[in-house]
């Protein structure tokens, strides 16, 4: 008897790679004393930054076509996807995918377990806290490095990735759960003051053969391109 909605919470708790923030705060003008201080103080002081690119970000359950999703998902569940609550669609937005597929007659030769994952994050231009662009290339820092950070993770191997964006690097490792070997593919990609990852893992579950590591990072690499030119199309 199959448990895979318990294996899939299970998997999820675990394999997902965070959604890290960047946080910061603004700082105090300089003060001093008398009129002169006064004077010097005015708005015209505070430093410029140029303006973000982008000012909005697509639909994260449409950022990569349905087409993509049942490649990469054969037996997906919805391919619609479902969505993560954002307080600021504009600024961030997940979505998600999952599917089982049994193999051979009554799934007697186990199930193709897959999950996926989009994550899209945009950052305007603050005086405070630096050009979008700049924080965006912070927070794309942070999620290569909590890629590469996972727990339990094995034969970790981080690279950069080519033609995605203004600049991507894949992160991929294994994972053990439950007694299943799980492949997971990362690719974490910047555009100009936004950033895309995309999560890609999968198993063989009851017996059913390992899936290809290659294949599927190669499947999520052209699902950060799609994404990518998403971002792109929606600020035009």
């Known amino acids: 008897m199959h448990r895979s909605a318990k294996r899939l919470a299970s998997y999820l708790a675990c394999a997902a790679v965070p959604v890290m923030l960047v946080a910061g705060c603004s700082d105090d003008s300089e003060k001093g004393s008398g009129d002169?201080?006064?004077k010097s103080a005015s708005p015209s002081s505070s430093p410029k930054v140029a303006p973000g690119k982008f000012k909005k970000l697509p639909d994260p359950c449409t950022a990569i076509t349905k087409d993509r999703v049942k490649k990469m998902l054969p037996a997906v569940k919805d391919e619609s996807g479902e969505e993560g609550k954002s307080s600021d669609t504009s600024a961030h937005g997940t979505c998600t995918w999952s599917s089982e597929e049994r193999q051979g007659k009554g799934g007697i030769n186990g199930t193709q377990f897959r999950w996926l994952a989009?994550?899209?994050?945009r950052y305007d231009s603050d005086p405070a806290l630096g050009s979008g662009e700049k924080r965006a290339t912070g927070f794309y820092n942070k999620q290569v490095d909590a890629a590469k950070g996972t727990k339990d993770a094995k034969n970790v191997k981080s690279e950069p990735a080519k033609g995605i964006g203004d600049g991507a690097t894949t992160v991929t490792y294994d994972l053990k759960k439950?007694?299943?070997?799980f492949k997971n593919q990362t690719v974490i990609a910047r555009t100009a003051n936004a950033v895309v990852t995309i999560n890609f893992n999968g198993a063989g579950l009851a017996g059913a053969k390992a899936p290809d590591g290659k294949e599927m990072l190669a499947d999520a690499e052209e699902a950060a391109k799609q994404a990518v030119y998403e971002i792109n199309k929606v600020n035009k």
């Open 36 to 38: 002169t201080a006064s």
């Open 118 to 121: 989009v994550n899209l994050q």
């Open 178 to 181: 439950d007694g299943n070997d």
